[in-house]
């Protein structure tokens, strides 16, 4: 006699399973999945981020970037930048529903951060619109960021501390931004046509809008001149996520 047993239909995985079935998807993605993860547009960023905690761990003997911590690239090339953060992220934040993932403690975390300009903006509605929490799951990139441990008041926090530079709506951020204002000038000294525009400033910050055969070439070239002095906005926003995600803020110690 065959028995069937019905199953309650607000049972919820285990915590064990559900992080499980988050991290199996992600591999799919060629994620490598930290209990606490930055997802960026595309690999450039996250070679941003990693040039930035090599010369702060030189600096400070602490990794900012570390087993509790990892910035992962959304996809490379086509398959990355805003298309892959609305394509990717919509699934990703889906199977963490479904799993019964709510951002409690234990549970593997991944928040995304995009570029703050017209396709980085267009991206975060879209994903906003089908469920993510914005400014808690979902960020737009900013040149200063507040250290804070309590989503509520981040955005207001970040608002203030940019609000010179919000002021211009066509202002726009991009991960290059971050960077000193002094080797993007020698940068474009040694390469007069790597920018599609004019460097634009406001409020003592600047954007620059960079020719994309320009852009590997200007991570290469910040890897072999740049001081921590010169990246330290994009160590303060590890800092400022690490705060968030309530992780240590200095990092965490190295051997040697």
């Not at 995985?13 to 993605?29: I, N, W």
């Not at 808690?136 to 203030?160: E, G, T, Y």
């Not at 993007?184 to 599609?196: E, V």
């Not at 620059?208 to 160590?235: H, M, P, T, W």
Request: charged share 25%; net charge neutral; hydrophobic share 35%.
């Amino acid at each position: 006699m065959n028995r069937h047993y019905r199953t309650s239909a607000s049972a919820k995985p285990s915590r064990q399973v559900a992080t499980d079935f988050f991290r199996t998807y992600g591999s799919l993605e060629g994620w490598q999945f930290k209990d606490n993860n930055l997802m960026v547009e595309g690999t450039t960023d996250v070679r941003y981020f990693e040039i930035a905690n090599q010369i702060y761990v030189k600096e400070s003997g602490h990794s900012l970037i570390d087993g509790s911590f990892g910035v992962l690239a959304i996809g490379e090339a086509e398959d990355g930048g805003t298309y892959g953060m609305k394509e990717k992220l919509n699934t990703l934040w889906r199977i963490r529903r479904l799993a019964g993932q709510d951002g409690r403690e234990g549970m593997c975390r991944v928040i995304a951060l995009l570029d703050d300009d017209s396709a980085g903006r267009d991206a975060f509605r879209h994903i906003e619109q089908r469920g993510a929490r914005p400014w808690i799951d979902l960020f737009l990139l900013r040149r200063r960021n507040p250290r804070v441990d309590q989503p509520s008041s981040f955005k207001n926090q970040c608002d203030n501390l940019n609000h010179d530079y919000l002021q211009n709506k066509l202002f726009f951020c991009v991960i290059e931004d971050l960077i000193a204002f002094d080797v993007i000038d020698d940068f474009r000294r040694q390469h007069p046509n790597c920018l599609r525009h004019g460097i634009q400033e406001c409020a003592g910050a600047f954007h620059v809008d960079l020719n994309r055969e320009y852009k590997g070439k200007l991570v290469g070239f910040v890897q072999d001149n740049a001081l921590l002095s010169d990246v330290i906005r994009l160590v303060e926003l590890l800092q400022a996520f690490r705060c968030l995600l309530r992780l240590p803020v200095e990092g965490s110690p190295t051997n040697g």
